[in-house]
């Protein structure tokens, strides 16, 4: 099938009528058959995103509650977001980087200095990177991506590094490959045609079919993993959620790899955005709900979740199934170096520091894993989905996370989440079941308190 027919917005609205029919009975049912954690169909999803009964509402987060346990266990991966440049040619409405923005602190990093905000990352404790891109061809080019990711690979122990670029052709993707990328992850925005339209006025990015053909173009060029999402408050949110699944399905069925990620990013305050007002809100609840559907629709992707959010709301969404979060962000190039209010993408609402933020996680309960062993070890794509879906993944990232951690408490954590943080190791350590796995797992334990680093499975 052509990619760009994958949307079809009459069957999506259908799909949501349907769904509007089901009885409180149908509902019970799909949601106690998803702790099988085999996935809903799209029209059962329309029906969950529909519950406004508070019974039902719950009963949806128990399961999802419960998936995020079985799958992920109670591991939390942790990253940061750095921003490369804010230059940009694009338009969208939304956004601070937007070309129509006279007043915004343009800049973009050399490749010395994105090294210099990598290593401000990393003494926060971080090993995992999201590169963020602005898209000016002169200036933020896809040599310009490579070369920052290579320099900061070359002088950073940065030990994953994902990318969020626009769009770009085979040939680029290649280049992206090469460097050795984690994640190629990029948002549709709305898959909903006429606000994308709206929403995107002028420059490449107002070609919608470009944007959604973007993760076919990685693919052929041998990426394998790949992340998606709608920026959610551009039109209604059901809409989007349903063709987020539809394109994941498609993938998945395509290539036999589904998104390895879907993100939830929610409007926020912009400097000098276009719109007044949040076209299409999207409220704390509503999120949760999303949240808990996408558990339940493809129990096997991982829900990334920004601090776009405040750090209370963050607590509640990581319960419900997000399995990855990112800590202490700044969005403007050279915000780890020096914060620039008019430089800045949009305003974060969680400004916790990333001490804090694992001192609460582990204070819940959650265990923060700082792990990058997949992608080296070549569990990627088919061969990540084959092992998450029976389960063997666990069997690896249970203790690599208790290994980063620990590295995360010797190097970086203060006093008080280092006392929680080794106290929930040994709580962990007790729950690997197998002996071997453990026995190992205790002795690189010992190994990383001497001083050796980045041991994994
Ligand atoms: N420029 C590239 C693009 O647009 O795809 C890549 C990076 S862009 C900076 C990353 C994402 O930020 C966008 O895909 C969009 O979803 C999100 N974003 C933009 N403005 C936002 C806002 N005001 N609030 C929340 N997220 C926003
Ligand atoms: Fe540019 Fe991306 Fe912002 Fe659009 S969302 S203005 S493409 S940086």
Redesign the pocket.
């Known amino acids: 099938m052509d990619t760009t027919k994958i949307i079809n917005e009459k069957e999506i609205m259908e799909l949501l009528e349907k769904g509007k029919k089901y009885s409180k009975n149908e509902i019970l049912n799909i949601i106690e058959k998803s702790r099988d954690c085999f996935g809903i169909t799209f029209e059962e999803a329309a029906a969950l995103l529909q519950i406004e009964d508070d019974e039902l509402l719950e009963k949806m987060f128990d399961a999802a509650r419960y998936i995020k346990e079985k799958i992920y266990g109670n591991r939390i991966v942790v990253f940061a977001p750095l921003y490369t440049s804010?230059e940009?040619?694009?338009?969208?409405l939304?956004?601070?980087?937007?070309?129509a923005n006279k007043e915004l602190h343009r800049r973009t990093l050399s490749a010395d200095e994105v090294v210099k905000e990598a290593k401000a990352i990393e003494a926060q404790g971080h090993k995992r990177i999201l590169m963020v891109?602005?898209?000016d061809e002169r200036k933020t080019d896809i040599e310009h991506i490579v070369n920052s990711v290579k320099a900061v690979y070359e002088n950073v122990d940065i030990r994953r590094i994902n990318v969020n670029s626009?769009p770009m052709t085979v040939e680029d993707f290649k280049k992206l490959k090469k460097v050795g990328i984690g994640t190629y992850q990029i948002f549709q925005?709305t898959y909903h045609r006429e606000t994308y339209k709206k929403m995107?006025p002028s420059?490449s990015?107002s070609d919608y079919d470009w944007r959604l053909t973007a993760l076919d173009r990685a693919f052929e060029a041998g990426i394998d993993d790949l992340g998606i999402g709608v920026l959610l408050g551009l039109y209604d949110y059901k809409f989007d959620v349903l063709a987020t699944l539809i394109h994941s399905d498609y993938l998945d069925n395509k290539y036999h790899v589904g998104p390895h990620t879907i993100s939830i990013p929610r409007l926020r305050p912009a400097f000098n955005s276009a719109l007044s007002e949040v076209p299409y809100p999207v409220s704390d609840h509503d999120l949760k709900k999303i949240v808990a559907v996408y558990r339940i629709a493809v129990p096997y992707t991982g829900i990334i979740l920004s601090t776009r959010e405040s750090a209370k709301l963050r607590d509640e969404l990581l319960e419900l199934g997000v399995s990855q979060i990112s800590a202490g962000s700044k969005t403007n190039p050279g915000g780890y170096e020096e914060d620039d209010s008019e430089a800045t993408?949009f305003e974060t609402s969680d400004e916790r520091s990333v001490d804090e933020v694992i001192r609460v996680a582990v204070n819940q309960g959650h265990l923060p894993s700082f792990c990058t062993a997949c992608y080296r070890a070549k569990r990627t794509g088919e061969a990540f989905m084959e092992l998450a879906k029976d389960a063997h993944i666990h069997e690896f990232c249970h203790p690599n996370a208790i290994l980063t951690f620990k590295e995360y408490l010797l190097d970086h954590a203060s006093t008080q989440t280092k006392d929680e943080g080794e106290k929930l190791i040994e709580r962990e350590l007790n729950k690997i079941v197998d002996r071997k796995i453990k026995d190992e797992t205790i002795q690189r334990l010992e190994r990383i308190e001497k001083g050796e680093r980045d041991l994994y499975f």
């Open positions: 804010n940009c040619t694009n338009n969208c939304y956004c601070g980087f937007r070309s891109c602005g898209e626009a925005e995107h420059g990015k993408q």
